[in-house]
């Protein structure tokens, strides 16, 4: 199978499909601080049962075992990682989200390192190479968690949560996910990586933009603040961790035009189904 174009389109769905059963396992257990943080409202306003979202994620990865089947076994082997890893992430007692920095490690080698090899090993073999050119993608990830978990530092601290962004606060957080922006731009230059290159760089701005225009050495804030201007911190905070998601679609869109279609298809009948059955604009491309 390795290094045949053919693997790409059912590789690409079969890790889609894990990552949407690691997502559910993921909201069932942030139900309490979603609710807080007016996040991702399915689940924490009852719209769908605890019960049917466990029956999903449980479908889902049934699906992705069964088809895995088709592909080599160091790419099953990582399909697996990314499993355990994202089930280790949720729930306790393991639950990786709330203690500090190795919820960082998780994200930047779950949706870094393995979900770049996952890619990779849909055409090719796995090798040094697989692990060198991860390495900006991982920075990049990592900065972009970091950003968020900025976002959720009101649900976070109301829920006991220990997540990074709690524990070392706004200002020390975001400084540090600058600092990993920073190493994406480096090692994409080091591996001459010109898609991670300038998604990278244009984050960086962004997150230097938020350090120094909202957050400040002499003065922090809280995302939570119910003023005029907390909503606009809180508006460019959610632009600043989206950027980099939205550069790099465009650029998946222009290098794999199936890609723009598909996402322009997903979008339309995701969008046509919220409002069908939950009467809401989903989703939304900022807040």
Request: with cysteine.
């Amino acid at each position: 199978m390795l290094g045949d174009s053919r693997y790409l389109m059912p590789g690409f769905i079969v890790f889609t499909l894990l990552m949407g059963a690691i997502y559910i396992i993921n909201q069932i257990a942030d139900i309490e601080t979603d609710r807080i943080n007016n996040k991702l409202f399915i689940l924490p306003k009852g719209l769908i049962s605890v019960k049917s979202a466990y029956f999903e994620s449980a479908f889902l990865i049934v699906v992705v075992l069964a088809f895995s089947s088709f592909f080599s076994p160091i790419y099953r082997l990582f399909l697996l990682l990314s499993l355990i890893l994202g089930v280790l992430y949720s729930i306790r007692p393991f639950k990786f989200k709330s203690r500090p920095y190795l919820d960082l490690l998780s994200n930047t080698l779950g949706h870094g390192f393995l979900a770049f090899s996952i890619g990779w090993l849909s055409l090719k073999h796995f090798s040094i190479d697989t692990v060198i050119y991860s390495i900006p993608y991982a920075f990049a990830v990592g900065g972009v968690f970091l950003l968020c978990t900025v976002i959720d530092i009101k649900g976070d601290r109301e829920t006991k949560e220990r997540t990074i962004g709690v524990y070392l606060g706004e200002k020390w957080t975001t400084l540090l996910a600058i600092f990993f922006m920073i190493g994406a731009v480096i090692s994409s230059i080091v591996v001459r990586d010109f898609i991670c290159l300038p998604i990278a760089a244009i984050s960086f701005l962004f997150f230097f933009w938020f350090y120094v225009s909202i957050i400040k050495i002499s003065r922090i804030i809280i995302p939570e603040r119910e003023s005029t201007n907390g909503r606009k911190e809180r508006r460019f905070l959610l632009l600043s961790a989206s950027i980099p998601v939205y550069l790099l679609t465009i650029i998946c869109c222009v290098i794999y035009p199936w890609f723009l279609v598909f996402l322009i298809f997903l979008v339309f009948l995701t969008r046509l189904y919220y409002k069908k059955r939950f009467d809401v604009v989903y989703p939304k491309f900022l807040g």
